[in-house]
């Protein structure tokens, strides 16, 4: 009676101390409200890794020492509820005036339309940030690496620019340095595939040798993946180009798709027989049963010293320093090259990695101050601040020339290189989901290539057929609204014949390609039901 | 009285203008995607203007029914009674061929095309009239129940429509579809070569396609021993897009040119 009367007593103070201290708090942050001299500049986003609010906190900071009167707070969101976060506050009117709209989230076309500012007429100015700089003069667009094309910047369904970029980003394989010399020594990281392999196999051995059960490369459905379709795709460079009907140098996973149902590759042809056989020997190396492990679990053995190799992107490159205890070393993912004995005929080359931006940044339509936050933007995304950023936050820059720092710039981009091939799960969800169902049979000990083709093979052209009848779903439904927005682009007010070009251009190649895929869906159909 | 016929003119002015504003900003509200919103202001009104904004919307809003669709196909075929030459009409007319030809579960194809020929032959010259032989063109060169000897005379009857056609958009949609169809179903490489060229000359509007168009001609000069033309659209692709990422074989392909003597 006595020690529930002591527990009651301490639940009430907490209580009241909690009150007080919501109350402090909420009058706190209401005076500081009060005060109309200060302009404040909130931004979202839900990047927790490591380093990044940390740059965004300094450059905050930055901007503030600039503008007297002018406070910036970031809001930082877990990545899982950041969708619902950003609807729930574009529809209550209380959202930040910066959102983070990279990956589409937070950003449908509709979304967007709807919600938020476009920037194209920024995008065609130059930063005036930049001054002083090699960027001085150049329209904002230019300044970007890969000139605001990506889909977090640029929409083409509505023909405007809604984001700025603040990173890049590239894949590549992690290993634990002070693991590594520990166990094979001080020998250097694989430069080819050959060495990657050889290197993999020693380790088993030692393991078989010592009892040690340290993995060669953390696997799981998300990051093992990621090397096996590089390994697949470098094989399928000559294959890929092969298929290029259109000769713009690059088939899309559609023509990929149609060309197989006109019968110009199969999974007898050698290079596809080729890609399964790299798959299997990297898949070797990842632990078993990867495939039904999430990414956590593969970077738990990572960290854990469990694993010596990891293949992930760049994001991952501050939270990793943070979080392991060893030193960590970064090499390019070790593909075949043209003097590869086995795979060399099959290879081009090393890919280009081009620029894939992201972190991007757009204004919702209710910001208060919306000069202000403009000029945020325009010096989140400029030379010297984007450098900054870079430098803290371990992350690759996206503005032109910045040159990234020695710890990242093992991941800065290879500009020049050859085009990827493909691998046959690019087609399609139906497609990959059949080769992931086998993929148990590709990568066991016990497994083999001719399992995996012999489990998928007759499966395989009704989920390519099915994939494509998805596509031309997808694309009918733009279409459709494209039809719709054209005709409202004509009769407004005061029309923009460039952009009703742009439109009419969109438009029809997308319906092209529409007719080409719908002409061979029933074409083939017709051949394969008349045998 | 002549108060009152003020008064009635002024309050009969105000609400036109109204009725404008009102329908320009549910344009410019369809044009942004929201065309949601657009067509709660389309309902609201009348007159032909905001009948055809009606029977759009109703085309997208979803859900997408069989209903919308037949609802906005009455409006649709009311509007195109209105005479040949006036733009709604057109409008009409080549939006109840885009019902046949992309918005319905089930395509009508001979029906969409039969109302492209009857608006393409009213007013050729119309900003609807040049949208409709392009999108008629694909219907005739993709008609997968048609012979191969008949898709590729649809072909050859179509090459001097591109060349001849008046509005540029339509001249340069057309070349590319031409273009395309000679590399798809192998009419030659010459031929595509020149239509490309010729879409290009009406101009590319968007970067993507553009710096398509570049290796694409250029590809299709060094394979058709232009080695000269091939080096010019290499070079430009090269100038214009400093990141694009076929430089290193488009760098590869301009070196293993013959040199010009």
Known sequence: ?531 | MPHLVRLILCLSLASSAYATDTLGQAWQEAAAGLVGDAHKYFITQSGPEAELGQALSFLVIQPKTNANLDRATELLTELSKRPVTDEISQAARYYLARIAHMHRQRVDLPGAKAIYDALIADAPDSFYGSLAQVKVAMIDLYDPKASNQELRARFDRLIPVAKAIADKSARRDLSIILADTALYFEYGDDQALALLLQANQAGITQSAAQADILVRIGELARLTGKPALAREYYQRLLDTFPRDRRRLMVMENLASLPTAK
């Open chain 1, 1 to 531: 009676m006595k020690a529930s009367s002591i527990f009651n007593g301490i639940g009430l103070t907490i209580l009241a101390l909690s009150f007080v201290w919501a109350a402090q708090r909420s009058l706190r942050l209401s005076s500081e409200k009060q005060d109309d001299s200060l302009v404040t500049i909130r931004f979202a986003h839900w990047q927790l890794e490591g380093g990044i609010r940390d740059a965004f906190d300094e450059i905050a900071r930055d901007y503030e020492k600039l503008h007297p009167g002018v406070h910036i707070e970031q809001v930082a969101v877990p990545e899982r509820i950041y969708n619902q976060w950003v609807t729930t506050q574009l529809v209550g009117g209380t959202v930040t005036d910066l959102v983070e709209i990279s990956n589409g989230k937070g950003a449908t076309d509709e979304v967007l339309a709807r919600h938020f500012i476009p920037l194209s007429k920024l995008a065609e100015e130059p930063n005036p940030y930049n001054a002083g700089t090699s960027l001085e003069g150049v329209a904002l667009r230019d300044t970007f690496i890969d000139g605001l094309t990506g889909e977090g910047s640029y929409r083409s369904n509505l023909l405007e620019y809604y984001g700025i970029p603040l990173s890049a980003f590239t894949v590549r394989m992690y290993y634990n340095r002070t693991l590594w010399r520990s166990v094979v020594g001080d020998v250097p990281p694989p430069t080819d595939y050959d060495e990657f392999i050889k290197l993999c196999a020693r380790i088993r051995a030692i393991n078989e040798k010592t009892g040690r059960t340290i993995l060669p490369i953390a696997g799981s459905k998300s990051n093992s993946p990621v090397l096996m379709e590089n390994l697949f795709g470098s094989v399928t460079q000559r294959l890929n180009q092969s298929l290029d009907t259109l000769h713009n140098l690059n088939p899309v996973p559609l023509d990929i798709g149609i060309e197989f149902l006109r019968k110009n590759w199969d999974l007898d042809t050698p290079a596809i027989r080729l890609g399964y056989e790299i798959s299997r020997e990297a898949g070797l190396n990842f632990q078993p049963g990867y495939i039904q492990l999430g990414r956590d679990d593969a970077v738990f053995y990572f960290v854990q010293s469990k694993a010596l190799m990891i293949t992930t992107g760049s994001w991952d490159s501050s939270s990793f320093r943070q979080l392991a205890n060893f030193e960590i070393g970064v090499f390019d993912l070790p593909l075949p090259d043209r003097d590869n004995p086995k795979y060399g005929p099959y290879v081009l080359g090393a890919a280009a990695e081009g620029a894939a931006t992201g972190l991007n940044f757009g204004v919702p339509l209710y910001s208060k101050n919306l000069d202000q936050t403009l000029d945020f933007l325009r010096y989140l995304g400029s030379y010297p601040v984007n450098s900054k950023f870079s430098r803290i936050s371990g992350w690759l820059p996206s503005v032109v020339g910045v040159v990234p720092d020695e710890k990242i710039a093992p991941f800065a981009p290879r500009e020049l290189g050859y085009i990827p091939g493909f691998s046959p799960t690019a087609i399609g969800p139906d497609t990959s989901r059949i080769i992931s169902n086998a993929n148990n049979l590709l990568v066991s000990p016990n497994g083999s290539v001719q399992e995996l083709l012999d489990e998928i093979r007759d499966e395989l052209p009704g989920t390519v057929r099915s994939d494509l009848v998805r596509t031309q779903t997808g694309s009918v439904k733009s279409i459709s609204r494209q039809d719709v927005t054209l005709a409202a682009m004509q009769r407004m007010t005061t029309p923009s014949p460039q952009k009703i070009d742009q439109m009419l251009e969109s438009q029809n190649q997308r319906e092209l390609v529409h007719a080409w895929t719908a002409f061979q869906l029933e074409r083939t159909a017709a051949r394969s039901s008349s045998r």
